[in-house]
């Protein structure tokens, strides 16, 4: 049989490796790696030689929005945008086509 002095060492030394274990945790999440910056949700649409996307910045800060084609035909040149900016809480759409199909459509963000 154990002293109670035994006892009451053990079960110290217990609580305080639990109560240590969370502050510790907590402490490490808080220095996590940053997080990335937030953009404007852009949805994209193609229909035969016509590309549209909207976009709708939710965040506090401004996203500058560009929509990039990729023509089918070798002899279509490839369209890009001009960059537009998207405040908090703004919809934008931007439109761009080529002269037949699109190969492939998408849009870049850029913060500013």
Same mark, same amino acid.
């Given at each position: 049989m154990r002293s109670p002095i035994c006892r009451t060492a053990a079960l110290l030394? &217990?609580?305080?490796a639990l109560s240590a274990a969370p502050a510790s &945790?907590? %402490?490490?999440?808080? *220095? %996590?790696? #940053?997080e990335p910056p937030r953009e404007a949700e852009c949805h994209t649409r193609v229909h035969g030689s016509r590309a549209v996307t909207d976009c709708f910045n939710p965040n506090a800060t401004t996203d500058r929005v560009q929509l990039h084609l990729v023509? &089918? *035909?070798?002899w279509d #040149? &490839?369209?890009d945008t001009a960059p537009v900016a998207v405040g908090p809480a703004q919809h934008v759409s931007l439109t761009?086509?080529?002269?037949?199909?699109? *190969? *492939?459509?998408w849009v870049t963000h850029t913060p500013g």
């Open positions: 030394l &217990a609580t305080a &945790a907590a %402490g490490l999440s808080g *220095r %996590g790696a #940053p023509c &089918a *035909r070798w #040149p &490839a369209m761009q086509r080529c002269w037949l199909e699109i *190969r *492939r459509a």
